[in-house]
């Protein structure tokens, strides 16, 4: 099997899991007790007036009429309205979504600047007081919770020192990266701990290997050998972490978002669970599911380029 | 008014506008600068509006700014205790209290720039009270019709005698709105040309809506038509600009106060208010509000798992309430900064009757509860939002008041949808709970909480055929004194009959900038910046 074949194989197998990502969104959604209509009307509201909205919104359709119009809507590219917000879901997403994907690629960028080189320090220090340090403070950083180190950040960094601004989004590129630097610090603290941990583990595995022991001892320079030898080999464990990972950065954006008044598609994900916006849930799962999908074949790619055993 | 309220901005208004004089509350030592034209506030919202249309909304995140955007034929005072003059500067009711004459402003423009005429008046209203448009149409039910009579002259019809029609009419689903304009929106149906109107609504209001991304941002800009004028001759209102941000983390919110990036912010948690008294750069707003904050139980005689209720016993009922002493929860969830209730409805609701209820008295709640059959205690469940912190004092302090009868309260977290579900179906014992007026009359709040065939009483199950009476007799009432009198009745039997646990009325908390001065909230939660400004 060559190479190509081998990556068709994987983007055949995403379009199956998208269906079934948008089958079980759609049901898990209807199975959480409550429903929209009676979360926007509140506790006061009628039964005529509820009976009435969810009629008109055609929620008193049986299930599975609902579900077909559900996914022949995707397959047609239409995502509806969101019920609470009565706006084009499509419309409402795309103003959320550059937030969340600039977020989680300058958390990545973030997390890997400081794991990787410290991750190298500490390997090649194990167990002296370098490697001790580093691994003490990333501890600290994974251990503590993520809202309560964005809100330390913003009292320290942008509302005293004043160094940042107290959250938000800004208008313009230059205003967004420094608007979403503290959230995607705060995102690549605990995220850059689990990379040095490994890395550094993949650094001294490769150290040990009997490849680097001949590649020494053909007289290799350390710099060369690092950066030739170490490094490919190690990171390929890197790589696929940040590409598992970008599933869980995206969960950590939900609380970082709200924390940050940052207006991405993780604060509209729980926004619209609470309100049970159906429309919503259903088409941010399905745009979510396509990112991480993205962000596991890039994985791939970057994996196969690296270690040449991948995709052969 | 301790707590650092200035009213003075509104009264100026007030007086401008030609109604009775509210009180001057000023701070000693607090200047009073005129007011600066132009600028920008920028105000933090907890959460953002959803839906601007003044008939179809449902919820206060809507309420509390359309005013904003959109003016009513009257006004609420604000004391919240009867309208002054809005679109319409007269009125007369005929002697059969069946037919209420308007007569309109003169020279009043949308934001739009066309005129407001009798037609968009009579439209207005006719749309509002349409039974198939949402959920507001009982407050304006008794109309029959609305008569043109001349370009600046309308007359509402009544059915019956209503003496709620002026209120009604100085509430947000009567506000005035283009019939031409709606009517040229996109959309087949009213529903669908009102979510197109509403992306960009056009009222008569101080301002208009030019940005809106959903939950991040509401651009708002003066309306350069805006009728209202200052107490100088100049039209209101004062700023150029108005930005909602939406920031849902209260603590995300203060934060950008105290760095400067916001002028104000609503909602501020009560455990934070003497932090903000103490900053120097800060003002703390109090506004007196008719929010009122109880427990509400489930009053029927079985539970839906087939078990004998207690709470149907209005003994243990009364019982419970005087386990509680409100004082105590009052210091402990709002920093005492709170009142206890002494009506099911607020202080601030007309025709309100205060009565000292249920003072914290364990011996009796004791001797009460030993009269039936649960003396010897039993467990009971109260529902809440998961992660309300005022819900979870409130509901700790009590459990450990109730303690003492050998009555154990299980707290249940439950998220907002699970919670009204279970509401609406009667499943549940007790739960916590909130309500604000949505306008200056008791019928409101009395169809929910008193009279059963609206909501069967807030969902309790509380049927009281004496106060279901009183309630369809005092609909009609054509005299003041004995609809005051029916409804001073009601108060005394809910208060009697103990369908809810009373807890406390609290103020609406907000905090502004020193320089960011004028903003007012009335007791219903509406928020004016039609006065609002930024001093130099």
């Not at chain 1, 590649?215 to 490094?231: D, N």
């Not at chain 2, 059959?373 to 009971?380: D, L, Q, R, W």
Request: aromatic content about 8%; glycine content about 8%.
């Amino acid at each position: 099997m060559n190479r190509g074949t081998w990556l068709l194989g994987r983007l055949a197998q995403i379009v199956p899991s998208f269906l079934f990502i948008g089958v079980a969104v759609f049901v898990l959604a209807r199975l959480l007790p409550g429903d929209p209509v009676s979360a926007m009307l509140g506790d006061h509201a009628t039964d005529a007036t509820l009976a009435r909205l969810t009629a008109q919104l055609g929620l008193d359709r049986s299930i599975p009429v609902q579900l077909m119009q559900f996914l022949g809507g995707v397959l047609r590219g239409e995502l509806g309205d969101s019920i609470a917000y009565r706006i084009p879901v499509a419309r409402l997403i795309a103003e959320r979504l550059p937030a969340t994907v600039l977020l989680t690629l300058l958390s990545v960028a973030i997390a890997l600047a400081l794991a990787v080189p410290l991750a190298f320090v500490a390997a090649l220090n194990a167990n002296r007081w370098p490697d001790l340090l580093i691994r003490f403070v990333f501890q600290i950083g994974l251990s503590t919770p993520i809202f309560y180190v964005g809100l330390l950040l913003l009292t320290v960094l942008a509302a005293w020192a004043h160094l940042f601004p107290v959250g938000g989004y800004g208008d313009g590129w230059r205003a967004h990266l420094w608007h979403l630097f503290l959230p995607a610090l705060t995102l690549a603290l605990s995220f850059a701990a689990v990379l040095m941990r490994s890395l550094r583990g993949a650094v001294l595995d490769v150290i040990n290997a009997e490849f680097v022991d001949f590649a020494r001892s053909k007289g290799l320079r350390a710099r060369v050998l690092l950066g030739r030898h170490v490094l490919r080999s190690a990171m390929i464990a890197t790589v696929t972490l940040v590409g598992l990972h970008v599933g869980s950065l995206l969960g950590g954006a939900v609380i970082t978002e709200s924390v940050f008044a940052v207006p991405g598609v993780g604060r509209l994900m729980v926004e619209s669970i609470f309100a049970r916006d159906y429309p919503v849930i259903q088409a941010l799962t399905l745009v979510l599911a396509v990112f991480v999908s993205l962000a596991l074949l890039a994985t791939d790619i970057v994996q196969m380029w690296l270690d040449p055993r991948v995709g052969r | 008014m301790s707590n650092g309220l200035v009213l003075t901005r509104r009264a100026g208004l007030a007086l401008a506008a030609g109604f009775a004089a509210v009180p001057v509350l000023t701070l000693p030592g607090v200047a009073q600068a005129a007011p600066v034209r132009g600028g920008k506030m920028v105000y933090g919202r907890y959460a953002d509006s959803l839906f601007l249309d003044p008939v179809l909304n449902d919820a206060n995140v809507d309420i509390w700014v359309m005013n904003n955007l959109y003016d009513t034929l009257l006004t609420p005072m604000q004391d919240g205790l009867g309208v002054a003059p809005g679109l319409a500067t007269k009125w007369s009711m005929s002697a059969d209290g069946k037919s209420l004459a308007l007569t309109l402003r003169e020279g009043v423009k949308f934001a739009n720039g066309t005129q407001m005429t009798a037609e968009d008046v009579k439209w207005s209203l006719d749309r509002a009270r349409n039974p198939k448009n949402g959920a507001w149409v009982d407050l304006v039910a008794s109309i029959t019709d609305v008569v043109i009579d001349g370009p600046l002259a309308v007359t509402v019809k009544l059915k019956h005698p209503d003496l709620s029609i002026l209120a009604a009419l100085a509430t947000f689903n009567t506000a005035i709105m283009p019939k031409a304009l709606f009517e040229a929106t996109q959309g087949a149906t009213d529903a669908e040309k009102a979510k197109a109107f509403a992306e960009k609504p056009i009222g008569t209001g101080p301002f208009m809506l030019v940005e809106w991304q959903r939950g991040v941002i509401m651009k708002l800009v003066r309306n350069p038509y805006y009728w209202k004028m200052a107490p100088d001759g100049k039209p209101l209102p004062y700023l150029d600009a108005l930005d909602f941000q939406i920031i849902p983390d209260d603590s995300t919110r203060l934060l950008k106060l105290k760095a400067g990036e916001l002028h104000g912010t609503e909602f501020v948690p009560y455990s934070r208010v003497k932090e903000i008294q103490a900053d120097a750069n800060l003002r703390m707003e109090l506004w007196p509000s008719t929010k009122v904050t109880y427990l509400t139980m489930n009053v029927r005689p079985k539970l839906g798992d087939g078990s004998v209720n207690p709470l149907s016993d209005v003994k243990v009922r009364q019982a419970l309430n005087y386990a509680v002493n409100k004082d105590a929860v009052i210091a402990i969830t709002t920093q005492g900064l709170g009142t206890p209730m002494t009506s099911f409805m607020s202080k601030s609701t007309p025709m309100q009757h205060a009565q000292t209820l249920y003072k914290a008295d364990v011996a009796k709640a004791k001797a009460l509860l030993a009269e039936t059959p649960f003396k010897a205690g039993f467990e009971v469940t109260c529902m809440m939002v998961a992660g309300n912190v005022d819900s979870t004092n409130n509901l700790t302090t009590i459990q450990q008041m109730w303690a003492p009868l050998g009555v154990k309260l299980k707290i249940e977290q439950l998220d907002n949808p699970t919670l009204t579900k279970r509401y609406r179906a009667g499943d549940f014992s007790m739960r916590t709970a909130s309500w604000t007026d949505d306008i200056a009359d008791p019928n409101q709040i009395t169809s929910y909480f008193a009279y059963f065939p609206n909501i069967g009483s807030l969902h309790s199950g509380w049927d009281n055929k004496k106060v279901n009476a009183l309630f369809e007799t005092s609909q009609e009432e054509v005299d003041p004194a004995k609809r005051k009198a029916q409804y001073r009745e009601i108060q005394e039997v809910y208060t009697e009959e103990a369908p809810i646990l009373f807890l406390y009325e609290s103020p609406y908390p907000v905090a502004f900038r020193k320089n960011a001065m004028g903003f007012v909230q009335i007791p219903l939660g509406n928020n004016l910046f039609e006065g609002a400004y930024l001093a130099a």
